[in-house]
């Protein structure tokens, strides 16, 4: 009977151990989400403010110079040099302005909460679209507004994508597919650059966010196993409960 | 040799498997185990003294009796230690003092066993026994629970005074239903007595091997 107590209590014993480390395990888990959606919360913030400064300061004060110049333009008769100067300060300021905008929208799209994923995407390749590349945006199946918080997750991952092909693929095509299925959203970002080595380590804040995107919308992210020097293909799979 | 004598003297002799540890490990003694290796010591002389005084025909309970209430104490303190002194088991241990004094004094006396006594230690030391193993299920303070000398220690204490219990609460039932009377009370209090002895091997055995284990 002794033999069958110890027994049992060691059982136990060991049983409570095992119930207690996976209960550390997923406090641990649950912190570590708590952190990265902290930290991704705050960049999101940062974002919005830098974009506000960025549109309500500066904007105003490149429109405020834009004012005082076409004023200028309007109160004295400019010829020769100093009227291409004038006409060079204007256009620098429109591209300014312009710039800001541009900036400022890739921040926070504005329109974001108002057209949705697929609508925001098919702005962000049109405005990358030309100057030696050629962005196509594709979606098939039955989209719908989706404009929540995973959706701009998700928005915010493909364009990470969309930036790193730009900045290091020396790609003259990309290409961002959308395929809506009732339960899981497919996303593939291809386009026929440099590639990159899979097995680098890629430890920028980029990939980071990306990576930690992902886990938290629980998605499925693949990279495509191309040649080098063919590209590169990068697929998502998402999960779309909860996102009607 | 009758059957009860051979077991009696293999419970008297089952002390030196503990102690036997104990002189191999050259003496070396583990800190919190201190009063474990006196109670051995106190076990085997209490056995020898009676062994040949009994010789002399003299009443062997006086000796029995300061042997229980010793191994009461000894590991009353264990739990005492390790129950982090607790202040009511201050009050509980004086309050048995008083109770065993005034049983050997004035109602069962030096010169039979004391049984009430004994029921009485029993049903202390398995009550802290049991909430010390209730604890050790609460706090899980190691992983490797059965590295932790005072587990064995306490399985010692459940198991010899949770056996001890039954047996002299339903001592009259066994002596008028079984024969050999008294004889076979005790043959069962000595098998109880090796369990005890092994576990307490077993216990010191970790303590040697583990020494960063106890709590």
């Given at each position: 009977m002794l033999v069958v107590g110890i027994a049992t209590f060691i059982t136990l014993y060991q049983k409570r151990i095992l119930q207690e480390q996976e209960r550390k395990r997923l406090l641990e888990l649950e912190f570590q989400q708590k952190m990265i959606q902290t930290q991704l919360d705050t960049q999101e913030k940062d974002s919005i403010r830098i974009a506000a400064d960025l549109h309500d300061s500066l904007g105003s004060l490149l429109w405020g110079a834009k004012l005082n110049a076409a004023f200028m333009g309007r109160s004295f008769e400019m010829e020769g040099e100093v009227k291409e100067s004038y006409?060079?300060?204007v256009d620098i300021l429109d591209q300014s302005i312009h710039a800001v905008k541009r900036i400022a929208w890739e921040l926070t799209p504005e329109a974001f909460h108002h057209s949705g994923l697929s609508q925001s995407l098919?702005?962000?390749?049109?405005?990358?679209?030309?100057?030696?590349?050629?962005?196509?945006?594709?979606?098939?199946?039955?989209?719908?507004?989706?404009?929540?918080n995973r959706a701009l997750s998700v928005y915010r991952i493909i364009q990470e994508l969309v930036s790193n092909t730009i900045k290091h693929s020396e790609a003259s095509r990309l290409e961002v597919d959308l395929f809506w299925t009732p339960g899981i959203l497919f996303v593939k970002v291809s386009d026929n650059g440099k590639g990159f080595i899979l097995t680098e380590k890629r430890g920028g804040v980029g990939w980071w966010n990306i990576n930690h995107r992902s886990k938290q919308l629980k998605a499925l992210i693949e990279i495509g196993d191309i040649p080098m020097g063919q590209g590169s293909e990068i697929s998502l799979r998402i999960p779309l409960q909860h996102a009607k | 040799m009758?059957?009860?004598?051979?077991?009696?003297?293999?419970?008297?002799?089952?002390?030196?498997?503990?102690?036997?540890?104990?002189?191999?490990?050259?003496?070396?003694?583990?800190?919190?185990?201190?009063?474990?290796?006196?109670?051995?010591?106190?076990?085997?002389?209490?056995?020898?003294s009676s062994f040949i005084i009994i010789r002399y025909s003299v009443n062997t309970y006086p000796l029995v009796n300061f042997y229980l209430f010793t191994q009461f104490s000894v590991f009353y303190y264990l739990f005492f230690n390790y129950l982090k002194r607790a202040a009511i088991l201050k009050w509980i241990f004086i309050f048995f003092c008083g109770f065993y004094t005034v049983n050997i004094s004035f109602f069962q006396g030096p010169f039979q066993f004391n049984s009430v006594t004994n029921v009485f230690a029993s049903i202390i030391l398995m009550a802290l026994s049991l909430y010390y193993l209730f604890t050790l299920l609460k706090e899980l303070p190691t992983a490797t629970?059965?590295?932790?000398?005072?587990?064995?220690?306490?399985?010692?204490?459940?198991?010899?005074?949770?056996?001890?219990?039954?047996?002299?609460?339903?001592?009259?039932?066994?002596?008028?239903?079984?024969?050999?009377?008294?004889?076979?009370l005790w043959v069962l209090h000595n098998i109880l007595n090796v369990i005890k002895n092994i576990l307490f091997a077993i216990g010191l055995w970790q303590a040697y091997h583990n020494p960063n284990s106890s709590i």
């Open positions: 006409d060079a300060l098919a702005t962000l390749c049109a405005r990358f679209n030309g100057k030696g590349l050629r962005v196509e945006f594709n979606e098939a199946g039955e989209s719908f507004l989706w404009n929540d | 009758d059957l009860p004598i051979i077991i009696s003297h293999f419970s008297s002799g089952s002390v030196l498997v503990p102690l036997g540890i104990f002189i191999f490990k050259r003496f070396r003694i583990v800190k919190d185990l201190a009063p474990l290796i006196v109670l051995l010591i106190v076990s085997l002389l209490c056995d020898l629970i059965h590295r932790l000398p005072i587990l064995w220690i306490s399985f010692a204490a459940l198991g010899y005074y949770g056996g001890n219990f039954f047996l002299f609460l339903f001592s009259n039932y066994l002596t008028k239903s079984i024969d050999g009377s008294l004889a076979i």
